[in-house]
């Protein structure tokens, strides 16, 4: 069974940086796409953004507007998410998500939180 961990978390000011990592271990060469999520209270969980192990091909969501940067060290099996200029509405659990395709993916981290104070 393929487990994710999250680390790095935590308290930052408006305009601060967070750098979040993901360990997988287990059985991970079924994994093509490694993503961060996030989560706010009373808001649905959304993308953040994705690689693909493969050939690092990323994407990310609309709001991140160039201050993330995923990336990936595939022989650590640990996805990472650079998070700049860090605002109040990213406040959230952000969780790291593991899978075959880049949607529907088949295994969850315990989430992280990230609170971003004003």
């Known amino acids: 069974q393929v487990q994710l961990a999250e680390l790095g978390g935590g308290l930052v000011q408006t305009g601060g940086s967070l750098n979040l990592s993901c360990a997988a271990s287990g059985p991970t060469s079924s994994i093509n796409y490694m993503g961060w999520f996030r989560q706010a209270p009373g808001r649905e969980r959304e993308p953040v953004a994705a690689i693909r192990r493969s050939d690092g091909i990323v994407e990310y969501a609309n709001f991140v507007e160039g201050r993330f940067t995923i990336s990936i060290d595939n022989a650590k099996n640990t996805v990472y998410l650079q998070m700049n200029s860090l605002k109040p509405e990213d406040t959230a659990t952000y969780y790291c998500?593991?899978?075959?395709?880049?949607?529907?993916?088949?295994?969850w981290g315990q989430g992280t939180q990230v609170t971003v104070s004003s």
């Open positions: 998500a593991g899978g075959q395709f880049n949607e529907g993916y088949d295994y």
